[in-house]
């Protein structure tokens, strides 16, 4: 059964929490501006967009989010559990376009900063000069990130995806640990010599 996972994503900006009173024009509305933009968007079909993130945590890191207005996982139902699935069979294509020796993970942040759902494929190199912060690397390698596997199996078996926020600051602190060894490693910049080790090219 799919663990409970949740939380708030790290962004830019100091601004985390998207909530029912964003207004237009809001900063956490911009994916839906990003959707349309031509240098950000790398494929789209009639149920989807796929982007890549204006700032990447790894070598690959695309966003891939429907047409239909979706605030947030917890706006899901049953009847999106036909778009979850093709949202992540988009995700594993991509996954095996981009690169053939990295691994990669698909999921989402379960409250994100970016008002409209939208699932993260990313490589699991992490080799990316717009990963700086702890923040940025617990929310991709903690239960801070939800698989979207456990993100479907809990819509299929409860309707929803439970959302619990107790527990996001101390995810988002937590020390910082290689996804790949468990090792806890002193700062970012040796964290991510470290990473190397463990990565093919």
């Keep these: 059964m799919a663990a409970k996972r949740k939380l708030h994503e790290p962004g830019n900006s100091s601004k985390n929490n998207v909530g029912p009173l964003a207004k237009k024009g809001h900063w956490s509305l911009g994916l839906k501006a990003s959707m349309d933009d031509p240098e950000l968007r790398v494929d789209r079909d009639e149920m989807v967009v796929i982007i890549k993130d204006k700032y990447p945590k790894a070598r690959f890191h695309f966003l891939i989010l429907p047409h239909e207005s979706i605030p947030n996982l917890k706006a899901l139902s049953r009847d999106h559990l036909p778009l979850l699935k093709h949202i992540e069979k988009r995700g594993v294509e991509l996954a095996e376009k981009s690169s053939k020796a990295l691994k990669f993970r698909f999921g989402y942040h379960a409250v994100p900063s970016m008002s409209h759902v939208h699932m993260h494929v990313i490589s699991q190199d992490f080799d990316s000069p717009c990963l700086k912060t702890k923040k940025h690397w617990n929310s991709f390698t903690t239960d801070y990130f939800l698989d979207s596997k456990d993100v479907i199996e809990q819509i299929e078996q409860s309707g929803k995806v439970a959302v ?14 290689c996804h790949v060894c468990k090792t806890e490693q002193k700062n970012i910049p040796t964290l991510k010599m470290h990473i190397r080790t463990h990565i093919k090219s």
């Design 164 to 177: 619990d926020q107790s527990n996001a600051g101390q995810l988002l602190k937590n020390p910082l640990v």
